[in-house]
């Protein structure tokens, strides 16, 4: 399963968010399947992006787009650090 993991600070997280949940329908289209949002404990303006994707080449092509360039940049994102992860195991404990 691909998966996509984000790290970057917002100048605004408020501001950040709103984008954030506006683009969810251009999100799902490109093909993220679900994500998870957390935060530096001590740094709430810096966010990491969890995100499983249908393909790691839908997900790159979404990230590295200038349409979501422009969205980054109006979104207050600062370099942002995208990696990009194939599952190897999953287990509960």
Do not use: C
């Amino acid at each position: 399963m691909p998966y996509v993991l984000i790290i970057h600070e917002v100048e605004d997280y408020q501001k950040w968010k709103t984008i954030f949940d506006q683009a969810a329908e251009i999100r799902k289209h490109a093909g993220e399947i679900s994500y998870q949002l957390l935060s530096y404990e001590k740094e709430p303006d810096t966010i990491v992006h969890f995100s499983q994707w249908s393909s790691l080449s839908n997900a790159r092509q979404f990230f590295e787009s200038p349409a979501l360039v422009e969205i980054r940049k109006n979104a207050g994102v600062k370099a942002p650090q995208f990696i990009y992860l194939e599952e190897s195991e999953h287990g509960i404990l």
